[in-house]
T-cell receptor, first 111, second 114 residues
Framework: GQNIDQPTEMTATEGAIVQINCTYQ??????LFWYQQHAGEAPTFLSY????GLEEKGRFSSFLSRSKGYSYLLLKELQMKDSASYLC????????????FGSGTKLNVKP | EAQVTQNPRYLITVTGKKLTVTCSQN?????MSWYRQDPGLGLRQIYY???????DKGDVPEGYKVSRKEKRNFPLILESPSPNQTSLYFC?????????????FGPGTRLTVL
């Protein structure tokens, strides 16, 4: 099974940088995903990490440490439209078809 | 436009009345999956399908059935809905389940079982 933890809610200021953490305890690991979900909408893909290190995509970066069971999503130059929930998900090692999601972190960006 | 569609978007029903939520994708994706999303619990996988006629259980399959007769469609069936199946349901698809494939989610179906 999988146990994935994320903070429930965070608040940050427009223009700032925010880091959203995700820790996981899994029986096997085969990749970690971050999704963004605006209220009332479907999740949309942000990033994918399978090896240790930092993946950068514009204002968003994601980091993974497999030995620590830890990932973070870094959002730079925050904009009001970044107010959303951010979901961390891991794929099962033994079964590529199974995915486990954290409960999500609701990010509030204030002016 | 490449998309995943779900119908209905909203449904209120009563306990025991069979219902089907449809899911269709126009991207020729092999992999499709159903999730439910509940406050504080996040997305939980119900069933998935690797291709036509190939389906398997996710984390919370009890009370649900699925079928995959055509590549584009993956309906979710609740034979006898109960109030604990009140939830927000998402269908998702991806080209295949490789290491780098991401899932594309439908708009969601909000189900209330009275």
């Amino acid at each position: 099974g999988q146990n994935i933890d994320q903070p429930t809610e965070m608040t940050a200021t427009e223009g700032a940088i925010v880091q959203i953490n995700c820790t996981y305890q899994t029986s096997g690991f085969n990749g970690l995903f971050w999704y963004q979900q605006h209220a009332g909408e479907a999740p949309t893909f942000l990033s994918y990490n399978v090896l240790d290190g930092l993946e950068e995509k514009g204002r968003f970066s994601s980091f993974l440490s497999r030995s620590k069971g830890y990932s973070y999503l870094l959002l730079k130059e925050l904009q009001m439209k970044d107010s959303a929930s951010y979901l961390c998900a891991v794929r099962d090692l033994d079964n590529f078809n199974k995915f486990y999601f954290g409960s999500g972190t609701k990010l509030n960006v204030k002016p | 436009e490449a998309q995943v569609t779900q119908n209905p978007r909203y449904l209120i029903t009563v306990t025991g009345k069979k219902l089907t939520v449809t899911c269709s994708q126009n991207m020729n994706h092999e992999y499709m999956s159903w999730y439910r999303q509940d406050p504080g619990l996040g997305l939980r996988q119900i069933y998935y399908s690797m291709n036509v006629e190939v389906t398997d259980k996710g984390d919370v399959p009890e009370g649900y059935k699925v079928s995959r007769k055509e590549k584009r469609n993956f309906p979710l069936i609740l034979e006898s809905p109960s109030p604990n199946q009140t939830s927000l349901y998402f269908c998702a698809s991806s080209f295949s389940v490789t290491r780098t494939d991401t899932q594309y989610f439908g708009p969601g179906t909000r189900l209330t079982v009275l």
